[in-house]
């Protein structure tokens, strides 16, 4: 391990960079995403949506009005419900927030840049169990919801908790399951090994995996409760789920680590089944070359991810407004007697193959 | 020798399937598994036979898998296939097939037919082990397994106790000889280091035998004979096997007559070469054998029950082939093996025939006259009579008088006289069995009352056959095998010509590989190679003729047109004959009173005295102690789980502490 | 010139190993389950981070995978399903036994320590899989795997059969039973 | 590098703490967790030896302590639950059926 002190510094302060420019990012996703949950529907229902508000007499389309909710969001009034768990109650957002950037944390967001001769991995952390670590740490998502629910005592939300936390960890499977076949093609749990692997279109999860991607795709709606998969703030049954007594600055937590832990699934998926930051048909990494002055492949790489990344969450909205809500039996019958069996099937399935091909 | 293996093993697979999978099944299936398991043995049988002849008969030993390795001790699952076993393999395979067929036609009205198939399947495959297997631990393997058959076949009815009982008789009375078995086995072990037959008989062929050896060889006939004696009903163990009447026909033909039975000449055989080592166990087997021929005979002359009579006269065949061996003359005892197993299993099966003809009615005074109703089985039976009471040219004829002639010559004309009486006894009262059966007016009125040995059974055909009284012929798959059968029985006593009679004997020229007689023993049989005055052979063929005819003429005369007047007043005349045959002379009272009461007196005791009281007694006051101490200090228990925690873990620190200090 | 990164590890350690002792401590103390649960899920992390600073990153995962992901939360579903009340401390009044067993275990500590400080461990390490042996081998989870799978392959298939054993019989002793077990 | 010896001692710290957690606390639930403190403070124990003489085996040992450990929670919740139900109560206090 041993550093010296400049190696440190450059490797410690490029942490810090990066996790600063990563949170800056994370903390841009609601905003947007608000917009596009208004305007989208809108556009799919023949309807205007949010419009108007601009700055000053330009209206942008509307764009500001992603700035105006927020605010409106921080500066409404704070109330506690009486009878609170209070520790916990003013608990449970952080704890669900914080997951969510951890696995951020994890992902490539793109190849190795040099930095004063040292290599610079995009990833805050760069891990070898990548993989582990991001299911881990979803695995954490569950404690903000349960105790949120808990928390603030109150009927619906501690049933929308429990059936949020119930619905979470019976998809946590599944969700395993689909990727642990990614992990024996690829033979690493170092989501950067995997992304490097997939260099051309055959080479993505997608085409060598479509089971895989299927129940992944499943289990990322129902892991960040949303449609069809929202039972736990079914308006219709419990008030709005755990989130029932919260408001102002900590249900727009609530917000925050509801849409980046979407954003964040969304570029696990798009990394690990659409080959991360590789653009199909070149390599970023050559870029530099190319073009002459350092990163920009890294800038190109980092793009398509984004890409990527935004067009599954166009998916969710998409989702969202297209497909009518599951009955909560339904849910869990297809998690436990569906999923979890063809995720079984597939791991050993793709087993099988790999082994008939390595001894072939 | 793929060949040998599917021998082996389809009947065990026909069994598996009847006993396991096909439980549910209609009868139909589980007969024709277990048909169809039988002819793949027999026709792989024959195939193996085939191969055999065709490399000369040289014995040839097919290792399945390593068994029993201890120390010394070797004892793999080997099997050996020669002259001898290739022969008893085909009459096994081939008679129980056509028993098979017969079996199902027999058992229609059963409910639970697959456990009659898949016990009879399992008999089959362990004959075969018996009969194949090249150690006497294999054989010994089949030995108990044919057994256990057996026992399960005669208590197959087992809702009537007296079958049970039967059953249980046959086993037991087995065990007595299976234990004598054993020690043969041991004492084989302990002085020749080894049971493989064919090295026991390399050992005992290359001579060189110490006293001790001698001696021993001695002992261990004579204890692997008692293990023949219980299978092969001789005296004094002979009183299962009429009993054993209690089971089914069909399995009375397979087991009683045909097969098991016979496990004992077999072996007897298997090991010629020891026995011919020992004169005096010799001498003693020909005793017993003829004491036992003329004793079941006389037995059978008064029995009323048609299969006990069959019984009995088999304790009496099997007496002639134990007879035969005692004499030296091996190869005519698996002639008449052979002949017998054709003739007898015709026999009970037509009796079978008969049996279910009259509605499960088997006194011979309630029957008579059957001719009209069933004449194919009264045609086939006849054969099987003719056969067995040796009139030439059927058979018996052949394989008896080869029997007759090798006991004057070895054993004296005592012997033979034994055997001729016997002989004569036989003709009697097979002839008497056909003439009431057969022969005379019918006199059974329908069914009556059911004294026999399955009244459950029989009740429940009451309701079944109210419609129609008469005796009926059976269909072709109960009388086809019986053709078959008595074909055979007429046919291979031709197998067996004596020279006398211009014939050149191809049974004993073909036996005569397995058959050795050793150095040391040379001069006390070199009788069986002496030659003879044909005039003499001839004279004694004559002879046991006559005395047949008169005998089955007397029968005749007897019982011609039912049961003669004249019977009564000799009945009346001299009681204690009649009722010390008719009750076999009392060995089965005489048994009860001297050996089961005492066993179960004794039993009574172990279990009132010795299990109650003391051992019980030890246990209950272990119990009764932990009891009241626990009681007197309980008060002391908290039941905190905490509690008991915390205790623990002081001790643990204590224990820890002491650990550091050292 | 110093090594940075010891210094830094030996920082990390000294934190985490504060964090973890007072967690712990809520843990024991707090009066509400589900307050305890929590601080467990807190400790268990601190904890998987600790391993992460020994390089064991897969035994981290997994640390926090099964405990924080599973057993904690299956804890937290007790207790709601109870719905437990905080069950009262009974401040410093421990009985004799209690306050003996206190005294006796706290000397045990001591001597644990005194033992642990008492010097290096020794026995199986042949030293031969050290940080950068593993990392030229191939890396911690791969050897893992390797060992699991080779060595370890019965100790392995026996701990899935016992899961299976467990999952069995949580299943059988919680569910409702419509007529009384006779035991 | 961190001496080994830290790492028992802050393993001896929590296996204590969950000592006392499982003797003292009469809430079953409770003393189920104090059990997984104590448990975890073995894990940490195993990691830490292996790491400072240099062999895997301890990390694998811990893998199946947390197996174990899972099971354990398992079949002892399911327990609990099945206690509450037929008593209404969780507190060892009044469970003490072995009460002589």
């Not at chain 1, 997608?206 to 409760?225: K, R, V």
């Not at chain 3, 010139?1 to 350690?13: E, K, N, Q, R």
Request: charged letters at 10%; proline letters at 4%.
């Amino acid at each position: 391990m041993g550093l010296t002190a400049d190696e440190f510094t450059i490797q410690f302060i490029s942490t810090v960079v990066k996790f600063s420019i990563l949170a800056v990012m994370l903390l841009q996703v609601p905003p947007v995403m608000l917009l596009v949950e208004r305007r989208i529907p809108a556009f799919m229902q023949r309807r205007k949506g949010p419009n108007r508000v601009g700055l000053f007499k330009f209206r942008l389309y509307g764009v500001m009005q992603a700035l105006a909710d927020t605010i409106k969001l921080i500066f409404k009034e704070e109330v506690v419900p009486e009878g609170a768990q209070k520790v916990f109650y003013h608990l449970a957002p952080v704890f669900s927030v914080f997951p969510a950037f951890l696995i951020a944390m994890a992902i490539p967001y793109g190849p190795d840049i040099q930095v004063l001769g040292q290599t610079i991995p995009l990833s805050v952390v760069r891990l070898d169990v990548g993989f582990l670590f991001i299911f881990a740490i979803s695995s954490l998502a569950v404690y903000g919801v349960t105790i949120a629910g808990w928390a603030s005592n109150n009927k619906y939300a501690l049933l929308g908790s429990l059936r949020a936390s119930a619905q979470m960890i019976s998809y946590e499977i599944p969700l395993g399951m689909s990727l642990i076949p990614i992990v024996l093609i690829y033979g690493s749990l170092d989501l950067n090994k995997i992304v490097e692997a997939q260099t051309t279109f055959l080479k993505w999860g997608i085409f060598l995996s479509p089971i895989s991607f299927l129940l992944f795709l499943i289990a990322m709606f129902a892991e960040t409760n949303r449609t069809p998969f929202d039972l736990s703030e079914a308006e219709g049954e419990l008030v709005a789920g755990f989130h029932t007594e919260y408001n102002s600055t900590k249900f727009a937590a609530f917000f925050l680590g509801e849409y980046v832990s979407m954003f964040v699934l969304s570029c696990l998926a798009s990394t690990v089944f659409f080959g991360g930051w590789q653009v199909p048909f070149f390599d970023v990494r050559a870029l530099d070359q190319l073009v002459g002055l350092p990163g920009v492949g890294a800038l190109v790489g980092f793009g398509s991810l984004l890409m990527k990344a935004a067009f599954f969450m166009w998916l969710y909205v998409w989702v969202r407004w297209t497909i009518p809500r599951f009955r909560y039996d339904q849910l869990m019958n297809l998690g436990w007697k569906y999923m979890i069996p063809l995720g079984l099937i597939n791991v050993v399935a793709t087993a099988l193959v790999l082994a008939a091909v390595w001894f072939k | 020798m793929t060949a040998l293996w599917i021998m082996l093993l389809a009947p065990l697979v026909g069994a598996a399937l009847n006993g396991l999978l096909l439980r549910k099944s209609p009868k139909i299936v589980s007969h024709l598994v277990a048909v169809g398991a039988m002819t793949v043995s027999f026709a792989a049988a024959v195939s193996v036979f085939l191969n055999m002849l065709k490399n000369g008969g040289e014995p040839q030993t097919y290792l399945a898998f390593e068994w029993l390795d201890a120390g010394g001790f070797h004892a793999p699952f080997k099997y050996i296939v020669d002259r001898l076993s290739g022969l008893m393999m085909l009459v096994v395979t081939g008679i129980g097939t056509l028993i098979h067929i017969y079996a199902g036609g027999y058992m229609h009205e059963e409910s639970t037919t697959y456990r009659f198939f898949t016990y009879l399947n399992l008999f089959v495959f362990m004959m075969l082990q018996l009969v194949m297997g090249d150690n006497l631990m294999v054989m010994f393997v089949g030995w108990e397994g044919v057994g256990l058959c057996s026992y399960l076949l005669i208590g197959y009815w087992f809702h009537d106790d007296n079958n049970a009982a039967a059953g249980m008789k046959a086993f037991l009375v087995n065990r007595i000889g299976d234990i004598g078995f054993l020690f043969g086995i041991f004492l084989t072990y302990r002085h020749f280091g080894t049971v493989s037959f064919s090295e026991l008989r390399e050992m005992i062929g290359a001579g060189a035998l110490d006293a001790v050896k001698l001696g021993a060889i001695g002992w261990i006939t004579l204890c692997l004979f008692v293990g023949a004696t219980g299978k092969s009903a001789q005296l004094p163990l002979y009183v299962w096997l009429p009993d054993a009447m209690a089971g089914p026909t069909p399995v009375s033909a397979l087991i009683h007559a045909a097969t098991m039975v016979t496990a004992g000449i077999y072996m007897m055989t298997r090991l010629n070469f020891m026995f011919y080592l020992a004169p005096m166990t010799m001498q003693i087997i020909a005793i017993v054998g003829a004491m036992t021929a003329l004793f079941a005979a006389t037995i059978a002359l008064v029995q009323s029950d048609i299969k006990k009579v069959l019984a009995y006269s088999t304790v009496s065949q099997l007496g002639y082939m134990v007879l035969a061996c005692g004499v030296g003359a091996f190869e005519a005892g698996v002639f008449h093996l052979f002949t017998h197993a054709c003739f007898k299993a015709l026999m009970f099966l037509g009796a079978g025939s008969v049996i279910v003809a009259m509605h499960h009615e088997q006194d011979m005074f309630k029957m008579g006259g059957l001719r009209k109703y069933m004449p194919v089985t009264h045609a086939v039976f006849l054969v099987g009579v003719l056969a067995i009471i040796g009139m030439p040219p059927f058979a018996g004829f052949f394989s008896k008088d080869e029997i007759l002639w090798k006991a004057y010559i070895g054993g004296g004309p005592v012997i033979w006289g034994l055997g001729a009486v016997a002989a004569g006894c036989t003709s009697f009262y097979m002839v008497r069995l056909l003439c009431l059966t057969f022969y005379g007016e019918h006199r059974g009125g329908g069914h009556g009352d059911h004294h026999d040995a399955h009244a459950v059974h029989a009740k429940k055909e009451h309701h079944d056959h109210s419609s129609h009284h008469e005796p009926h012929e059976t269909g072709p798959d109960m009388w086809g095998p019986l053709v078959i059968l008595a074909i055979m029985s007429a046919g291979v006593g031709f197998l067996g010509v004596p020279h006398v009679l211009g014939g050149h004997n191809i049974f004993e020229e073909y036996l005569k590989p397995v058959i050795m007689i050793p150095e040391a023993a040379k001069e006390h049989w070199e009788f069986l190679e002496a030659s003879y005055s044909h005039s003499l052979e001839i004279g004694l063929m004559v002879a046991s003729v006559v005395i047949m005819i008169m005998a089955s003429g007397t029968a005749i005369v007897l019982y011609g047109r039912g049961p003669a007047a004249v019977l009564g007043k000799w009945k009346a005349s001299l009681p204690r004959v009649y009722d010390t045959l008719s009750n076999k002379y009392y060995v089965d009272e005489f048994y009860f009173a001297n050996i089961v009461q005492p066993v179960r007196d004794t039993a009574e005791f172990l279990w009132s005295f010795v299990d109650v009281k003391i051992v019980d007694g030890a246990v209950n006051g272990v119990g009764e102690m932990c009891k009241f101490i626990a009681g007197s200090v309980s008060f002391k228990m908290t039941g905190s789980v905490h509690r008991h925690a915390m205790v623990l873990v002081v001790g643990l620190v204590c224990l820890l502490s002491v650990l550091v200090i050292n | 010139m110093p090594d940075f990164s010891s210094l830094m590890s030996h920082g990390v350690f000294h934190l985490l190993a504060g964090l973890i002792t007072l967690v712990s401590v809520l843990v024991v103390v707090s009066k509400h389950p589900v307050k305890s649960a929590v601080f467990l899920v807190v400790d268990l992390f601190l904890l998987a981070a600790v391993y992460a600073s020994l390089e064991s990153h897969f035994v981290a995962a997994i640390q926090v995978l099964v405990y924080a992901g599973a057993v904690v939360v299956l804890f937290l579903f007790v207790i709601m399903l109870l719905n437990l009340q905080p069950d009262q401390l009974r401040g410093m009044r421990f009985n004799p036994v209690e306050a003996v067993t206190l005294i006796v275990s706290v000397i045990g500590m001591l001597i644990m320590l005194g033992v642990s400080m008492s010097g290096k461990p020794t026995g199986l390490g042949d030293g031969s899989m050290d940080v950068n042996a593993i990392e030229a081998a191939g890396g911690n989870t791969y050897m893992i795997a390797m060992k699991l799978l080779t060595d370890y392959i019965w100790p392995f298939e026996l701990a899935s059969i016992l899961i299976l054993l467990a999952i069995v019989a949580a299943v059988v002793i919680a569910k409702k039973d419509k007529k009384p077990v006779v035991s | 590098m961190v001496p080994v010896e830290f790492y028992f001692m802050l393993a001896c710290v929590i296996f204590t703490l969950g000592l006392f957690g499982a003797l003292f606390r009469r809430n079953i639930i409770m003393v189920l967790m104090s059990i997984e403190l104590m448990l975890n403070a073995v894990n940490l124990v195993f990691v830490a030896a292996g790491r400072s003489i240099g062999n895997l085996d301890g990390q694998i040992m811990v893998l199946f302590v947390i197996t174990v450990a899972a099971c354990e929670a398992a079949v002892g919740l399911a327990m609990v639950i099945a206690l509450f139900r037929k008593y209404g109560t969780v507190n060892t206090d009044i469970l003490r059926l072995l009460r002589g």
